[in-house]
């Protein structure tokens, strides 16, 4: 079954230093963009990440230090990489929860501004699991009937997934083949960063999903105590979950802006100068 798209929607896989989002870096990307006439392209980097590779992470999938020591780094690959992404959704497995959030901190660490307000994602290992609990191999051994020969080569498993996604449309008549159906069927409970430390509620409001103010708004949160943004800001987080931090706190000042009268915005002027 060939998939019903109206923009171009991009496959793709990651190999990296490891497991963590906001410190592991990319070794190898591999992109297949499959377009909405059927047409494909497809382009698969190594990567230099600059920082050792752990011999645990060379286990899986084959890369070494010394494979990837004159390879381009990310932040020279980055425009490549973002202009084949920049008009398509996403796809991948296990995507929403990996290969996204790490991908969203390389391109803001290289200095481009990536979000995916316009974007919708598919992960197929989500429907995968929700479906039949399996791995990718397992899935793509059910799926199409093969083997996934070069299993955690980047390449391989981009092209896996894609497979993979076709015949779950074939096979399951209550997935409707659309990327809108799809994204929100492989979506988790939904989250307003990709890390997922900021969720939101019933009420459509972003709520920390952590620490001591674990389920209350964020918004809240921010005018209760100020400096826990600065906190955020300051401490280990994933690039982007800082990024949507600042964007709600913007908002917030907008919203105050909007509602002060012309007397308090004056005011508020006069105060602003008096201060410099």
Not at 21 to 32: C, F, G, Q, W
Not at 55 to 62: D, F, R
Not at 76 to 88: C, T, Y
Not at 137 to 149: E, I, N, R
Request: glycine residues 4%.
């Amino acid at each position: 079954m060939e998939l019903n798209l109206s923009k171009p929607l991009v496959f793709f896989d990651l190999e990296t230093t490891g497991v963590n989002i906001a410190t592991d870096r990319i070794v190898e990307i591999s992109i297949l963009k499959v377009f909405p006439n059927g047409n494909k392209e497809s382009k698969t980097w190594l990567v230099n990440p600059e920082v050792e590779i752990p011999e645990a992470s060379t286990a899986i999938h084959g890369i070494t230090n010394e494979k990837v020591v004159t390879e381009p780094t990310f932040k020279e690959l980055a425009p490549k990489v973002f202009e084949m992404i920049a008009d398509a959704d996403l796809a991948g497995f296990n995507s929403n929860r990996f290969d996204i959030p790490l991908l969203a901190e390389e391109l803001l660490r290289a200095g481009i501004d990536f979000d995916m307000e316009d974007k919708k994602a598919i992960d197929v290992q989500v429907i995968f699991h929700k479906k039949e609990q399996r791995t990718l191999s397992a899935g793509y051994k059910f799926y199409c009937g093969k083997d996934l020969d070069d299993a955690h080569s980047a390449e391989a498993d981009t092209k896996a997934t894609y497979e993979i996604l076709k015949a779950q449309l074939k096979m399951y008549d209550d997935i409707e083949n659309s990327v809108e159906a799809l994204s929100e069927f492989s979506s988790h409970r939904e989250r307003a960063d990709f890390a997922g430390f900021i969720l939101f509620n019933d009420n459509q409001e972003e709520i920390f999903s952590f620490g001591k103010y674990k389920g209350r708004t964020v918004e809240e949160v921010l005018k209760e105590n100020p400096g826990y943004n600065s906190w955020i800001q300051n401490a280990d987080f994933p690039l982007y979950t800082k990024k949507v931090l600042r964007q709600i706190k913007e908002r917030m000042s907008a919203s105050k802006e909007t509602d002060m009268t012309d007397e308090e915005k004056l005011q508020a002027l006069q105060q602003k100068f008096n201060l410099r």
